[in-house]
């Protein structure tokens, strides 16, 4: 898994690691309404998301597991 861990204690909700991420690997939770990891063996680890989380919540590891998909 890419993404070590999204802290939830300092995630607000806000939604922009689900909007930068270009895997799809992220949801928001319903009940907590805070970030999660849906889809962990789908990251590329292309640190956006860690990138773009205006509270430094999300930590990526630098390995990373899968390619980059190509853009159209």
């Known amino acids: 898994m ?3 861990v999204i802290d939830e204690n300092l995630c607000t909700g ?6 930068t991420c270009p895997q799809d690997v992220i ?3 319903e009940t907590s309404r805070k970030a999660v990891i849906t889809y962990p063996e789908d990251c ?3 640190w ?4 773009f989380c ?3 919540a999300i930590e ?3 390995v990373r597991p899968l390619k980059l998909a190509k853009p159209y």
């Open 27 to 29: 949801r928001i939770d």
């Open 54 to 56: 205006p509270v430094g």
């Open 60 to 62: 990526v590891s630098n």
């Open 2 to 4: 890419a993404i070590d």
């Open 44 to 46: 590329a680890a292309c």
């Open 14 to 19: 806000c939604g922009i690691c689900l909007a």
């Open 48 to 51: 956006a998301c860690e990138s």
